[in-house]
């Protein structure tokens, strides 16, 4: 009974924390006494079965209840038959069937032990399960269920009961508390987000459903404002000026403001209305490209939905299908324009195929537009890993490897900050006066062991001397500061040389050329330093905007050539120009602009010609024999 309890406690705070609209009834069968004065009609074929709480709404008092459950039936082992208990459930189910007929789903969870007597007697039982609708989900919980082969007559008898309700299953008490240990969220009916048609040109289209496969969970469930009691809370919200008398203002009177500077541009409903972009509801094909010319980290959307065709139309399902497959042979995917409903933001998207042996769909992932790509810098890496460090990391990987795990899914692995919201809730519920449990994220998440690993490890640690460095400097105290026992003087005042005084610290700002305004620097470097310091350091400033794939980089390379072309540095540009050229942005940039080698024409004593400049450019075979 208190294992019983205990998988009801989880089971039901799992239910009523998603649904809690639910009703629950709880049947004691066995007890010394009989009450079902909650039952209709004709009960005299009851005894010994007590209704201790009709179908009613779950709270907090039906958890009390279930608590209570061992403490006070831990005496009553009577050994009756368990089908008149499943009978009154059900006509509890016809009786408040106003309650009951909107839901997907009823469910009759049946705990016992091998001491429950099963007659035969219940074909009347399970005919009545099968043809109440919405159709009843029958759950038998009991010990060693699991082992269906080696059990008693009686619990035999309701193995076999479960294959013949349509809906039946039969769970060991230790399944039972492993299923319910962690918290699920709640099951949302698939139901299409958009309905309309996929074009893909010459008017060819393909009727289309699309639904979502990957959807974050809230973390907000059933969130509302309650007092200490549990009371829920009214909020008005009011508005009202800035000013000395914070004069409230009327909702109607009201427009979103748009920061300009340091002022606001108030933009009203109208002016809001011609704002939008007027769109109309549409999934269409805007060209096919290579899968690979799609970067993964695009492909890392939030949502992920799935593309199938209606279940009804076969021509249409047929179709998509054919159009998914060539997709597939020729490793290539579909890009196209998204409009979820008329008059909202589109959307470009990627339609990857999904062929499989079943079915052959599209999944569709948002990809972003330029707006949504954060440019980040990252510093170039000065050294590379030696023979023996590649060696050990192979092997940490080799040991860590999850292809001989196959039960580590990520399907099957739980939110710590979901689960632990809900043990929190739920522990609230139970025990309103102690405190919260203690965070043991084992509770939530099962990882797998490697223990073939230790060894690689300690390989890592040994070639991979990695040290924690302080970036911040170490805090002191006033009376720290304003000393001045034992203090070295000497040791403290730096001894500044001639030679650690550089011509940059003498003029200033204005004999270094920056990132933001390179060309405007690089002319005043020019004036003060001279023509060659000021290219070498614009050199050194584009491979440093190239490398971070900044700015300014076609304007600097124009007047970097422009000057060198102007004083006659040919070698010190076309060499500069080589060793970047391997880049794809100073490529494209100089085919662009067409920036090229400098050439006899421009300077009499460079060796290079003008047809030679011009395969430079066009990378020909030429550019080959010239290195």
């Known amino acids: 009974l208190q294992q019983a309890a205990s998988v009801m406690t989880q089971y039901l705070s799992h239910r009523l924390y998603n649904y809690p609209e639910n009703f629950v009834a709880l049947i004691l069968v066995g007890t010394s006494d009989t009450d079902v004065s909650h039952l209709n009609g004709k009960v005299d074929q009851f005894h010994n079965i007590t209704v201790a709480k009709p179908l009613l709404g779950g709270d907090k008092s039906l958890f009390d209840s279930l608590q209570q459950l061992p403490a006070l039936y831990e005496r009553d082992n009577r050994r009756v038959d368990l089908v008149p208990g499943l009978e009154a459930a059900v006509r509890l189910f016809h009786q408040e069937k106003s309650k009951t007929h909107w839901m997907s789903e009823n469910r009759i969870m049946l705990f016992t032990d091998d001491q429950g007597i099963f007659s035969s007697d219940h074909s009347f039982v399970a005919k009545e399960m099968n043809g109440l609708k919405p159709q009843i989900v029958f759950k038998l919980i009991g010990p060693d269920l699991d082992d269906s082969q080696n059990l008693s007559g009686n619990l035999r008898a309701m193995y076999k009961f479960c294959s013949v309700v349509e809906q039946g299953e039969g769970l060991s008490t230790e399944d039972a508390m492993t299923i319910t240990r962690l918290y699920k969220t709640k099951k949302v009916r698939q139901t299409p987000i958009f309905k309309g048609c996929l074009e893909i040109g010459g008017g060819t289209k393909f009727p289309v459903n699309i639904i979502n496969k990957i959807t974050p969970a809230s973390h907000q469930q059933s969130l509302k404002m309650c007092d200490s009691a549990g009371q829920v809370l009214k909020r008005d919200r009011s508005y009202h000026l800035k000013d000395e008398n914070q004069t409230p203002v009327d909702p109607d009177c009201m427009n979103k403001g748009y920061r300009y500077g340091k002022s606001f541009i108030p933009i009203s409903k109208v002016d809001a209305n011609l704002m939008a972009i007027e769109s109309e509801k549409e999934l269409s094909l805007i060209c096919t490209t290579k899968r ?336």
Request: with cysteine; proline share 5%; glycine share 4%.
């Open 292 to 627: 690979s010319n799609i970067r993964k980290e695009e492909l890392c959307g939030k949502y992920a939905y799935s593309v199938i065709p209606p279940a009804s139309d076969i021509s249409g399902g047929t179709g998509l299908a054919a159009f998914a497959t060539a997709l597939r042979d020729l490793d290539m995917v579909a890009v196209c324009r998204y409009v979820k409903k008329a008059d909202t933001a589109p959307r470009l998207c990627c339609l990857v195929p999904n062929v499989k042996s079943y079915c052959s769909t599209l999944m569709m992932v948002e990809l972003p537009f330029s707006n949504d790509i954060k440019k980040a810098a990252f510093p170039r890496i000065r050294s590379t890993p030696g023979s023996d460090q590649l060696s050990a990391i192979d092997k940490l990987i080799d040991s860590m490897d999850l292809t001989t795990k196959p039960e580590f899914k990520v399907s099957e692995i739980g939110d710590p900050n979901l689960q632990r919201r809900h043990q929190c809730v739920a522990h609230r519920a139970l025990h309103p006066d102690k405190p919260l449990p203690e965070v043991d994220i084992s509770n939530f998440l099962t990882l797998p062991t490697f223990d073939s690993c230790g060894e690689a490890v300690k390989e890592c640690n040994k070639l991979f001397n990695i040290k924690m460095e302080e970036s911040k400097p170490k805090k002191r105290t006033a009376a720290e500061m304003f000393t001045t026992d034992n203090v070295d003087f000497k040791a403290e005042i730096k001894k500044v040389k001639v030679e650690d005084i550089s011509l940059d610290d003498l003029l200033g700002s204005g004999a270094k050329i920056s990132t933001t305004t390179p060309v405007k620097d690089f002319q005043q470097v020019c004036s003060k330093l001279g023509t060659q310091p000021a290219c070498v350091m614009m050199c050194d400033v584009i491979s440093t905007l190239v490398e971070h794939q900044g700015d300014h980089i076609a304007d600097c390379m124009r007047s970097l050539r422009e000057c060198c072309v102007k004083e006659g540095l040919y070698q010190l540009f076309n060499e500069f120009l080589k060793k970047e050229f391997k880049s794809d942005i100073v490529k494209k940039i100089c085919k662009e602009g067409s920036l090229s080698l400098i050439h006899k024409g421009e300077c009499e004593n460079s060796p290079v010609s003008q047809v030679e400049s011009e395969c430079f450019i066009r990378g020909d075979e030429l550019l080959q024999a010239m290195e």
